[in-house]
């Protein structure tokens, strides 16, 4: 399974951005898999964002981003967007996306993920 996440940038607090996460691979065609969001900063632990489940019928999110973050996908193109509303500079971060081999289960420890994309950098000015 590869993952390419796009999207990141330079924005305004308050501002918005959507990213996403392209999925490819035999492996990934061929089974069903839960993907999430999750970001980090220099020195600190990558933390949840939030998540979907192979359908999309449910999702998850941390609640620092609840309210403000939507998380979608669409199986028939193999991407899953994060739409970031309202963003805040603490919200600086490299932006990760990642697959968990599961129909159902939104995982927020990083453990259950063995595919990750590379990251992409979002930027919030103040």
């Known amino acids: 399974v590869q993952l390419q996440a796009s999207g990141g940038g330079l924005v305004q607090a308050g501002g918005s951005l959507r990213l996403s996460c392209v999925a490819s691979?035999?492996?990934?065609?061929?089974?069903?898999?839960?993907i999430s969001w999750f970001r980090q900063t220099p020195g600190k632990e990558r933390d949840f964002v939030a998540g979907?489940?192979?359908?999309?019928?449910?999702?998850w999110y941390a609640d620092s981003v609840r309210g403000r973050f939507t998380v979608s996908r669409d199986n028939a193109k193999n991407t899953v967007y994060l739409h970031m509303n309202r963003l805040k500079p603490e919200e600086t971060a490299v932006y990760y996306c990642?697959?968990?081999?599961?129909?159902?289960?939104?995982?927020?420890?990083?453990?259950?993920?063995?595919?990750w994309g590379q990251g992409t950098l979002v930027t919030v000015s103040s």
């Open positions: 990642a697959a968990d081999r599961t129909e159902e289960r939104i995982a927020s420890n990083t453990g259950w993920y063995p595919y």
């Open positions: 691979g035999d492996s990934f065609t061929n089974s069903k898999y839960t």
């Open positions: 979907a489940n192979w359908s999309g019928g449910s999702t």
